[in-house]
């Protein structure tokens, strides 16, 4: 079966259109993303299965990420219709169960798939591998106090304003002496005659017939 279809029992209920840019319904983009979802749901978990052989768990790897890419046309077509933006929400789906080689190429491996002799290797090999989900906790564990956010308590509030405007002085007064010193050194350009329009015509005429007369010779 296809990763385009999705069945009950043994029964076909409906088969998802290929060209995703002709649906023109929020509510249907919306019933064929909750379809791709729940077969996204079923080979990730059927893909943890230390039972599969490997041969089946490349297939189940590159079936996921091509639901994942169908997913995500689906997200871009309800949010281009007027839906949710689903693209820029902070949960989402699936986006921690994957993990990238690198940071160019975005096929994602899943479950056993990074166990699999060769894709294995390569995850020890990249030095500068760090999985989303690390990162994430990375970030909850971060022990970021107020001043971090730009909060102070207002007993010190009042000396970090104080320490601000010093500075602020200091600047002021470094640009005022560098102005000053800039103005006395300033020389005013002396121009004695300034050409009347037809004196200006008059040379650019005469440029031009020698140059004209130094080509001709």
Same mark, same amino acid.
């Given at each position: 079966?296809?990763?385009?279809? =999705?069945?009950? @029992?043994?029964?076909?209920?409906?088969?998802?259109?290929?060209?995703?840019?002709?649906?023109?319904?929020?509510?249907?983009?919306?019933?064929?993303?909750?379809?791709?979802?729940?077969?996204?749901?079923?080979?990730?978990?059927?893909?943890?299965?230390?039972?599969?052989?490997?041969?089946?768990?490349?297939?189940?790897?590159?079936?996921?990420?091509?639901?994942?890419?169908?997913?995500?046309?689906?997200?871009?077509?309800?949010r281009? +219709? @007027? @839906?949710?933006? =689903?693209?820029?929400?902070?949960?989402?789906?699936?986006?921690?169960?994957?993990?990238?080689?690198?940071?160019?190429?975005?096929?994602?491996?899943?479950?056993?798939?990074?166990?699999?002799p @060769?894709?294995?290797?390569?995850?020890?090999?990249?030095?500068?591998?760090?999985?989303?989900?690390?990162?994430?906790?990375?970030m909850?564990?971060?022990?970021?106090?107020?001043?971090?956010?730009?909060?102070?308590?207002?007993?010190?509030?009042?000396?970090?304003?104080?320490?601000?405007?010093?500075?602020?002085?200091?600047?002021?007064?470094?640009?005022?002496?560098?102005?000053?010193?800039? +103005?006395?050194?300033?020389?005013?350009?002396?121009?004695e005659?300034?050409?009347?329009?037809?004196?200006?015509?008059?040379?650019? +005429?005469?440029?031009?017939k020698?140059?004209?007369?130094?080509?001709?010779?």
């Amino acid at each position: 079966m296809s990763s385009n279809q =999705y069945v009950v @029992g043994s029964k076909p209920v409906e088969k998802r259109p290929r060209n995703i840019k002709n649906i023109n319904s929020v509510a249907t983009c919306e019933k064929h993303r909750q379809s791709v979802i729940k077969d996204l749901s079923k080979k990730i978990n059927k893909i943890q299965s230390a039972q599969l052989p490997d041969y089946q768990v490349r297939d189940l790897n590159d079936a996921i990420n091509q639901l994942m890419r169908e997913k995500h046309a689906w997200e871009i077509q309800i949010r281009d +219709l @007027g @839906g949710i933006n =689903y693209i820029y929400s902070k949960a989402k789906l699936f986006a921690d169960d994957g993990e990238k080689i690198g940071e160019i190429d975005d096929y994602r491996y899943y479950g056993r798939a990074r166990e699999l002799p @060769g894709v294995k290797e390569l995850f020890e090999a990249d030095m500068t591998f760090v999985p989303e989900r690390l990162r994430k906790q990375e970030m909850q564990q971060r022990q970021l106090d107020a001043w971090y956010y730009g909060y102070t308590p207002l007993e010190e509030e009042a000396s970090l304003q104080d320490y601000e405007k010093t500075i602020s002085d200091q600047r002021m007064e470094r640009l005022s002496q560098e102005r000053t010193h800039s +103005l006395e050194n300033w020389k005013p350009i002396v121009i004695e005659h300034i050409p009347a329009r037809e004196e200006v015509e008059r040379i650019l +005429l005469e440029r031009r017939k020698n140059a004209l007369l130094h080509r001709l010779v």
